[in-house]
């Protein structure tokens, strides 16, 4: 059973580079054709979809994030990340990173973590 | 793809038949799916491909559609259903979701 994990720290300085682990367990980021994304969710709003990488290497980002989103896979440690540069509060969400096949929608999920920005 | 829900929250007995409706901007396919999030978990993967619910899925949640606009229903509303409900397509990038739906008792 594919399971999810996020880790990385729960507070970011302002104008600082917010980095975020997911770890995928339960099968091999090289074998399973997955597309492996990053959805947030500010404190008491909906959710946005931050951005993915597929399983050939293929990114894909939210406009709205002006170029600030990096999404990288690590295959070997099946791992893949998150990098959202110039944070502001305004960034302060939970991250969820969730796992999709080709032509179905996310599942499953991380647990989600809380990251604040702020001094 | 802009995805509109309606309404924005709704408070219901237990039950009655509750109606969410998520407008999409343009065209989606069957790429159109339905998650429930209850409070302080992970959304849940509910219906995917507009009808088709998850295994485990209480037989009164359904999903249907007209055109762009897509419906969730709930059939006899039940206290564990308490939750903010999110569509969500994957037809085209970016990925979006609605705004959500609380639902409430």
């Known amino acids: 059973q594919l399971q999810l994990q996020e880790s990385g720290p729960g507070l970011v300085t302002p104008w600082e580079t917010l980095s975020l682990t997911c770890t995928v367990s339960?099968?091999?980021?090289?074998?399973?054709?997955?597309?492996w994304g990053w959805i947030r969710q500010p404190p008491g709003k909906g959710l946005e979809w931050i951005g993915s990488?597929?399983?050939?290497?293929?990114?894909n980002y939210n406009p709205s994030l002006s170029g600030r989103v990096t999404i990288s896979a690590d295959t070997p440690s099946n791992q893949f990340s998150l990098k959202l540069s110039s944070a502001t509060a305004a960034d302060t969400a939970i991250y969820y990173c969730?796992?999709?096949?080709?032509?179905?929608?996310?599942?499953?999920w991380g647990q989600g973590t809380l990251v604040i920005v702020s001094s | 793809i802009q995805l509109t829900q309606s309404p924005s929250s709704q408070s219901a007995s237990v039950g009655d038949r509750v109606t969410i409706t998520c407008r999409a901007s343009?065209?989606?396919?069957?790429?159109l799916a339905w998650y429930q999030q209850k409070p302080g978990k992970v959304p849940k993967l509910l219906i995917s491909?507009?009808?088709t619910p998850q295994p485990g899925v209480p037989g009164r949640f359904r999903g249907s559609s007209s055109g762009t606009d897509f419906t969730l229903t709930i059939n006899n509303l039940q206290p564990e259903d308490v939750a903010t409900y999110y569509c969500?397509?994957?037809?085209?990038?970016?990925?979006?979701f609605g705004g959500g739906t609380k639902v409430e008792i």
């Open positions: 969730a796992g999709r096949r080709p032509y179905n929608h996310y599942d499953p």
């Open positions: 339960g099968d091999s980021m090289s074998t399973n054709n997955y597309f």
């Open positions: 990488i597929s399983y050939t290497g293929k990114t």
């Open positions: 343009q065209g989606v396919a069957s790429y």
């Open positions: 491909g507009i009808s």
């Open positions: 969500q397509q994957i037809y085209g990038f970016p990925l979006t």
